[in-house]
């Protein structure tokens, strides 16, 4: 017996005779009220009560894809901003600071990251940890830089082979590129 009426936390779900509270619910004097809002579900198999939230919180977990713009290129990482997780356009309700190791920037060995990456790069990257910190890859062929704008004049960089190269004032850089560089279909 499953409800579709929306619940708001405080309103009651369930007697503890018949239901535990589990999930989204706490119980009170032999009630189990919801405690979020959402929709009531009824576990007859495990006597308990959850109130499940319709959207759930748009948060990253390993292994996700997600789309960020390089913040800071340091010593031994990059950081970056992330703005999306791909496959959804609601906004993260998580932590987006994450850090890109330089051994985790390139299949082929790199101690350079100013190499691999630039600050204002826009690049697709894999969730590899969010504990302590948010982490990420840019190892794989579908992953790195997506989109990078001339240091010296802001105009799009084009690729040409394995570098990137101004059409304005011809300056040539180094990137780790995702296979899709400059045409990137969302
Ligand atoms: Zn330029």
Redesign the pocket.
Known sequence: MNDTRLVFPGDEVAVEEEYYSSDGTFSENGIVYASQVGVVELDDKECVARVRTRNPPNVLREGDIVYAVVADIRNTMATADVVAKEGTERSLGCETYATIHVSKISPNYTDDVSKELRKGDYIRARVTGIKPSLQLTTKEEHLGTIRA???????E?LRRGEKLY??????ESTRKLADDYGDVQV
Do not use: A, F, M
């Open positions: 704008l001339c240091g010296k004049c802001k105009t960089l101004c059409p304005e004032c011809r300056y």
